[in-house]
């Protein structure tokens, strides 16, 4: 969401909300404070951001818990679908499958790419993967459906 | 405590992201969990609404300890599945886990997260899980 990594084919006002989302996330937010977010690719329909595994989302075998990968898949789905719209509206979750596939350690960097392949019926279909940021290894893969223009308030993701 | 709740309790003790969803299970032995809420369970502050992902966090976490405690050995997440059929509230969450099937290798289980004691269905997860 920095200048460098937003394409300029994103509706102007959905920028500046991302722009907006990006600080609150980055300082304020505490589940995403300490997962250090940084967009790496930000364009209309696309999300790519790197993030850090904390060792608070571990599982009993020492490894990053699945659910860590869940909520980033949700997170940056959510985004994709923001960049996709072409004016502001809230949207929510209707449904995610996620397929576990890898394992990282705590501390460790991933990297989450989503796209927004389309928005039909005030639905959007998004699809995405997770994978180690150092070896590239793939960790899950997911697919989501949300819903457009829900009754919540303006911004209403659900992030 | 019965023998499936204290595996279920180590279960949880030796899962830091337990710890951070402030999960717990009933100790009624009814396949039955819960979140304790936090602030850091919220998505957008704007909606106050919890997380997507922390809901099926949860649902899966519940998902590992109800096989935890029938088998006391791991399983892992081969994949879940969620829909959420009501927007949630700020506050805690149960879960109820049915067992669908297993096997000797695979476990087939569904969870139901519930809020506003019990009453409103928030979301429903199926996992698929790799015993051993």
């Known amino acids: ?159 | 405590m019965t023998a499936r709740l204290d595996r279920i309790r180590s279960f949880a003790a030796a899962t830091p992201l337990a710890g951070w969803l402030g999960f717990q299970a009933d100790e009624s032995g009814d396949a039955a969990y819960r979140l304790t809420f936090q602030e850091a369970h919220i998505g957008n502050p704007a909606i106050r609404a919890l997380h997507g992902g922390v809901i099926a966090s949860f649902l899966e976490l519940a998902m590992q300890a109800e096989l935890a405690g029938e088998t006391g050995g791991p399983a892992s997440t081969i994949s879940l599945s969620i829909d959420y059929l009501s927007s949630s509230r700020p506050e805690g969450m149960t879960a109820h886990v049915r067992r669908l099937k297993a096997g000797r290798r695979i476990a087939f289980l569904e969870a139901e997260g519930r809020q506003a004691d019990g009453t409103r269905l928030v979301a429903v997860a199926r996992g698929c899980f790799k015993l051993g």
Request: net charge negative; hydrophobic share 45%.
């Open chain 1, 1 to 159: 969401m920095t200048s460098g990594v937003t394409s300029s084919d994103i509706n102007p006002a959905i920028g500046g909300m991302l722009r907006s989302a990006r600080d609150f996330l980055a300082h304020e937010h505490s589940l995403f404070r300490t997962l250090d977010l940084k967009p790496i690719l930000i364009g209309k329909g696309k999300a790519t951001f790197s993030m850090l595994m904390p060792a608070d989302f571990a599982a009993a075998d020492g490894s990053v818990h699945g659910g860590l990968y869940t909520i980033i898949l949700d997170s940056i789905f959510g985004l994709a679908v923001f960049t996709a719209l072409e004016e502001i509206k809230p949207i929510a979750t209707i449904n995610l499958r996620t397929d576990f596939v890898g394992l990282i350690a705590p501390g460790a960097r991933a990297v989450c790419e989503a796209e927004c392949e389309a928005v039909n019926s005030d639905v959007a279909h998004v699809s995405g993967r997770l994978f180690a940021e150092a070896t590239g290894d793939l960790l899950a893969t997911g697919t989501g459906a949300f819903m457009v223009g829900t009754k919540g308030p303006i911004g209403g993701m659900r992030l």
